[in-house]
Structure formats: structure tokens, C-alpha cells
């Protein structure tokens, strides 16, 4: 089997949850400016409460990094980063629910949230490797990626007050940064024992499967 690069094969492998994860109807209706504003702001709060589960797995991630890591591939500052810019994410949310009108105090988590963050604590236990913890970040991370990156290629409808929101996570910069975690995760996997390469797998298609889940919610309005 190609090890060099273990995430191209099982994005093949996995091509319709891939799909069904960065092609949801709820992004395809911000491409096509059909969106729902009460699905959106249902996405913005939920999103607020997840972001804040978020970065306590990156801080959970930064610390198996550090436990299990060399020095050489600059993980750490890759995660630092990460937890940086999640820092600024924290308020942008923030500015943006006082924009839409989206009392942050009263979000309720609804269940597909409340998996997710569940699941990010499972996530964080210390017997979880970190290559596995870290795949399972990359895919969150680039899932929004390339949902919010779709939204801003040409010949699209996005509504202008959501271009921001989606430059957010479409911006070429993130996608360097998602790229580089990419990096980190393959040479990981090329060097993991089987066992863990399985469970990574498996935390890729979790994820894959939350993210949909979290979009489904946003739709369902409320
Ligand atoms: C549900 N997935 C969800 N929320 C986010 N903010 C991200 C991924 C990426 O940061």
C-alpha cells in the first residue's frame, strides 16, 4: 500500500461521504444564494458552542503533540497557530451573531452539536495517539475548508453578506494552513502502525459524518 500519501487514497476511498461533507445542500444553497437567513443563523449559533469545544481539542492536540512528537516538522507551531487564529474565530463569532441579531448567551446546543463536542471529547482522552487526534483535526478543519471555498468560485450566487463568512474559511491562506496539516498527517500515517492507521481511518470518516450531521441541523432552521 502508498503510504506517502495515505489522505489522497481515502479521500478516493470515501468519495461520497467526502462529498456529502463539503457539497452539502446547506453550502450549495449559500453558492446558489438560496439560503435559508434562520438556517444561517442556526449555523452561526451552533457553530459559536462547537468553536468553543474546538479549541479545547486543539489544546488537547497541541499537548499530544508535544508528549509524542520530534521536533522536526514544526507541529507545534503549526497548532499554536491554529489556537491563535481560533482565538480571533472566538470573537468574529461574536461580532457576527451581534450583526445578525443572534443572542449567543441563549444558544441551546441541539443534538447533533452536542455529539459532535462529545465526540471531540473522546478525542482528548489520553489514550488516544496523536496522529489520530490530529487526522481527525485536519479533517475538520478541512472540511469548512473546501465547503466555504466552494462557495466563493466564480460564477457563484453567494449573498454579499455572507462573502465574509465564507472568505472566513474559503481564504487561501487557511487553505495553506489546511495544507499544512495535510503534511503533518501523511507523515505521520506513513510512520504509524497499523492499528493506528485503522483508527485514524475511522476518525476520518467520523468526522466526515458529524460534519454532515452539524450541516442537517443548520438546515432544519429553529
Ligand atoms: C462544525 N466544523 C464545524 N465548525 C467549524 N468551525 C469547523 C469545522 C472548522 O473550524
Known sequence: VEKINII???????RLIYVGATRHPFILSIRDGTVNLSSFKTWLGQDYIFVRAFVSFVASVLIKAWKESDDSGGDMEVLLGAMAALNDEIQWFKNEASKWGVQLSDIIPQKANKDYCRFLESLM?????????????????AVYQQSFAHCLEDGTNTPSDLQATCLRWGNDGFGQYCHSLKQIVNRRLAKASDDEIKKAEVALLDVLEHEVEFWNMSCGGA
Do not use: G, P
Open 8 to 14: 489522497d487514497t481515502w479521500l478516493k476511498k470515501h
Open 125 to 141: 482522552s489520553s489514550e488516544v495517539k496523536y496522529t489520530v487526534a490530529i487526522t481527525a483535526f485536519w479533517a475538520i478543519e
